[in-house]
């Protein structure tokens, strides 16, 4: 999955203090005549210094090579009231498309002389790719005010990668193909070239199979815990009906059958592809699933073998993609079938007879005439022959793929999962993204053949897409499309404050570029403040405490000397910009006092640095808001000096618990304290209030009460589990703790 669970223990979370965009007022982006704003940025662009006024019975005259394409600008102009017909002379007409031998695949030309503007284009992709910029130089919102203009310019423009990504998960929640189809224009007009299709998940089969019916009959639905029922799948004629579509848009479908893991649903519909041939559901919770495709069984094998001769029929791209991801191996290792291959390939272990069944749909589908793609653990008990290699737990498996000869795409979920919330990737970061990494040779480089967006999907139903796709996706287009050395931040962001009127305009639901604002603590003397710290341009920031009527502004900083919520809201250009943080505070007696931790904690889980559970900031529902501190594998021990006598009689906490994620309650929370004498005394112990299989994901609190007792220290230990346990999927694996807060009273 990823997506939660595994992430978070691949990819240091950053909770980076973003820097403010460097635009000042003067230098926002205006539609000025001397920079027209195209995104994915053109790679040389001079512009003339002048308008170029469309006839509103403008022409387009087209070599018949590029009727298609000659068409798509034609409507798009009758759509915008000129009406532009197709002609059959140049001179009559105002855009006029000719092929070039000259120029490669993709690669276009536009020159504007007089009223004219001429395309040249070495393809029809080149040619369409010079209608989308056509489109975003006519479409800039501020000139509807001007009559129907565009910026004259001369444009030559070549894409740096040839593969220019976005995978869609339709699995996790299922979109329609009208939805898919929408994607599919947005994609073009930053023009990105790749739809990876994810079609097969445990939470739901996407595609119609002839042979299996029980595919989508059994898999392509799954009861969810409140008992309502979520799926869908796409029929043949749907599929065709998509990769047509996307054709005429110069994108290539490509679709993600997954093996071995992550195939509960069609282990639902026929229990006997996996190793144990019992019935199992089609999975209603997120995570990463025991039970997988039996590499042992001839028929498991001769089923996907059929799946992917009905995908090569509908999907005629160059790369199919067969997955290979977060594939546990423990029904493997017990399974006669899976042991026996083992044995009679003499392959070395599990990852072996992974690596043996990833190179046997390399060959199937190679002598088909497509390359397989994989995720990058395929790397994991030797990279097959011949495979691609998608790297995603960051770039170092592409590197080793680039290294060994293998053709790699870069999706990295540093810079690549727009899954992920805003605050692990903001635009700024997806804009620096490198597909290339350093160190590889020119003829390593050349191997990375592009990169991908990756929409995981679950926590986007339908509605959310947009939000978590957008703005990201234009920041996206640029580094795929433009080279290196035409890349500005600065002009990126002046041309996204524009672009958003047209996205707008197109109905796209977007959301924000950076988490708007910073809070930090601030120390005090016995009451909690932050310090907020607006991260965006032409922010404004206001907050107030649960119990106010009125919103403040910034110039005032907030003060509690209770329990209490603040709330934190931004707003752009007037309107409300993201969601309202609520951010839970609390006053009390050990409030930025000295505190050592023994056991250290995660560097991934920073939970805002070593004074974290003392600085009056509580943790949230979201365990990677930066405010929960975690340790994996150990207990959690804090020793806290107090600054003078303190009389005590509780410590309060919070526990985070989502066994999904590998993070559980402690089974014990003591407290000692240190009196005048210098002596340590036992106070309380507390025993984990749940169940020990409780699979909740929620906060917890445990209080520890005691008789009044006068303190100069106090030592809190939570007892970690130590390892995940036998009912989890990832037995035996070291079971992280989360601890918030150490309110003491
Ligand atoms: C992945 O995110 N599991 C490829
Ligand atoms: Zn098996």
């Known amino acids: 999955m990823a997506r939660i669970i595994f992430h978070c223990f691949f990819f240091v979370f950053l909770l980076a203090v973003t820097s403010c965009t460097e635009t000042s007022e003067s230098d926002v982006f205006i539609t000025t005549v001397a920079s027209p704003g195209i995104i994915p940025q053109p790679n040389h662009l001079v512009t003339q210094d002048r308008w170029l006024v469309i006839d509103p019975e403008s022409g387009v005259y087209a070599d018949s090579l590029f009727a298609q394409e000659a068409a798509f600008l034609s409507t798009y102009l009758n759509e915008r009231g000129i009406s532009s017909t197709l002609q059959n002379k140049p001179s009559s007409a105002q855009f006029r498309f000719t092929f070039s031998t000259e120029l490669p695949k993709e690669a276009y030309e536009i020159e504007c002389t007089n009223d004219q503007?001429?395309?040249?284009?070495?393809?029809?992709?080149?040619?369409f790719y010079a209608v989308q910029s056509l489109i975003q130089l006519t479409s800039q919102a501020e000139l509807k005010e001007k009559g129907i203009s565009m910026p004259a310019v001369t444009l030559k423009d070549e894409p740096r990668f040839k593969h220019r990504g976005m995978l869609f998960d339709c699995c996790r929640h299922f979109m329609t193909v009208d939805f898919v189809k929408r994607y599919i224009d947005l994609l073009a007009y930053y023009k990105m070239n790749v739809l990876h299709w994810h079609l097969t998940e445990d939470q739901g089969w996407r595609v119609a199979v002839e042979a299996y019916p029980k595919l989508t009959e059994v898999g392509a639905y799954r009861t969810e815990l409140d008992g309502s029922v979520h799926g869908g799948f796409y029929t043949k004629s749907e599929m065709q009906d998509v990769v047509a579509y996307a054709a005429e848009r110069h994108i290539t479908v490509i679709p993600e059958i997954e093996m071995p893991g992550h195939s509960s649903a069609a282990i639902a519909a026929y229990p006997w592809l996996g190793c144990t041939g019992e019935q199992i559901e089609v999975e209603n919770e997120w995570g990463v699933f025991k039970d997988i495709y039996c590499a042992g069984n001839d028929s498991t094998i001769r089923f996907l073998e059929v799946v992917l001769d009905e995908?090569?029929?509908?999907?005629?791209?160059?790369?199919?993609?067969?997955?290979?991801?977060?594939?546990?191996k423990t029904r493997w290792e017990t399974c006669s079938k899976c042991q026996k291959r083992i044995a009679e390939n003499e392959l070395e272990?599990?990852?072996?007879?992974?690596?043996?069944?990833?190179?046997?749909?390399?060959?199937?589908?190679?002598?088909?005439?497509?390359?397989?793609?994989?995720?990058?653990?395929?790397?994991?008990?030797?990279?097959?022959?011949?495979?691609?290699?998608?790297?995603?737990?960051?770039?170092?498996?592409?590197?080793?793929?680039?290294?060994?000869?293998?053709?790699?795409?870069?999706?990295?979920?540093?810079?690549?999962?727009?899954?992920?919330?805003?605050?692990?990737?903001?635009?700024?970061?997806?804009?620096s993204f490198d597909p290339v990494p350093e160190g590889l040779t020119p003829t390593e480089e050349a191997l990375i053949i592009g990169g991908e967006c990756n929409m995981w999907t679950e926590h986007a139903p339908q509605e959310r897409v947009d939000f978590q796709m957008f703005p990201r996706l234009l920041a996206m287009s640029e580094v795929l499309w433009t080279d290196t050395s035409n890349l500005s931040e600065k002009q990126f962001f002046s041309k996204l404050n524009r672009e958003y009127a047209d996205l707008r305009a197109m109905g796209v639901a977007f959301g924000i570029e950076a988490v708007p604002v910073t809070v930090s603590p601030i120390?005090?003397?016995?009451?909690?403040?932050?310090?907020?710290?607006?991260?965006?341009?032409?922010?404004?920031?206001?907050?107030?405490?649960n119990s106010d009527e009125v919103w403040s502004g910034i110039e005032k900083a907030p003060m509690v000397t209770a329990d209490n919520e603040l709330l934190v809201r931004t707003l752009?250009?007037?309107?409300?910009?993201?969601?309202?943080?609520?951010?839970?505070?609390?006053?009390?007696?050990?409030?930025?006092?000295?505190?050592q931790l023994p056991n250290g904690y995660s560097t991934y889980y920073t939970g805002g640095g070593d004074k974290a559970l003392v600085d009056g900031v509580r943790g949230t529902q979201d365990f990677r808001d930066g405010r929960w501190q975690a340790l994996q594998g150990d207990d959690l021990v804090a020793e806290i000096r107090l600054d003078t006598v303190a009389t005590i009689s509780s410590l309060s906490t919070q526990f985070y618990t989502y066994s999904n994620a590998w993070i559980f309650m402690p089974t014990q929370l003591?407290?000692?304290?240190?009196?005048?004498?210098?002596?340590?005394?036992?106070?309380?112990?507390?025993?984990?209030?749940?169940?020990?299989?409780?699979?909740?994901?929620?906060?917890?609190?445990?209080v520890a009460q005691f008789d009044e007792v006068n303190a100069v220290g106090i030592r809190v230990t939570a007892v970690n589990r130590g390892i995940c346990p036998d009912w989890h999927d990832a037995p035996g694996e070291p079971a992280w703790l989360f601890c918030d807060e150490l309110v003491l009273r």
């Open 349 to 431: 272990d599990e990852h072996h007879l992974q690596s043996w069944m990833i190179q046997h749909f390399v060959n199937y589908l190679g002598a088909k005439g497509r390359k397989t793609v994989g995720w990058d653990e395929i790397l994991e008990g030797g990279l097959p022959e011949g495979a691609v290699v998608q790297s995603w737990r960051g770039f170092d498996g592409g590197i080793k793929a680039a290294q060994s000869g293998h053709e790699v795409i870069m999706s990295p979920t540093s810079h690549a999962y727009f899954d992920y919330p805003i605050k692990s990737t903001d635009v700024k970061e997806v804009y």
């Open 117 to 127: 503007v001429n395309i040249l284009a070495g393809s029809k992709s080149g040619a």
């Open 523 to 545: 120390q005090m003397d016995g009451a909690v403040s932050v310090q907020l710290l607006p991260q965006i341009q032409d922010a404004e920031v206001q907050w107030k405490l």
């Open 572 to 595: 752009r250009w007037g309107e409300s910009y993201g969601d309202t943080v609520v951010i839970p505070l609390s006053s009390h007696k050990a409030l930025w006092t000295d505190i």
């Open 670 to 702: 003591k407290v000692e304290v240190l009196n005048e004498a210098g002596k340590w005394q036992s106070v309380a112990s507390v025993e984990n209030p749940l169940e020990v299989n409780d699979r909740r994901q929620d906060v917890v609190k445990m």
């Open 311 to 328: 995908m090569c029929e509908i999907f005629p791209s160059e790369y199919i993609h067969i997955g290979g991801d977060e594939a546990p």
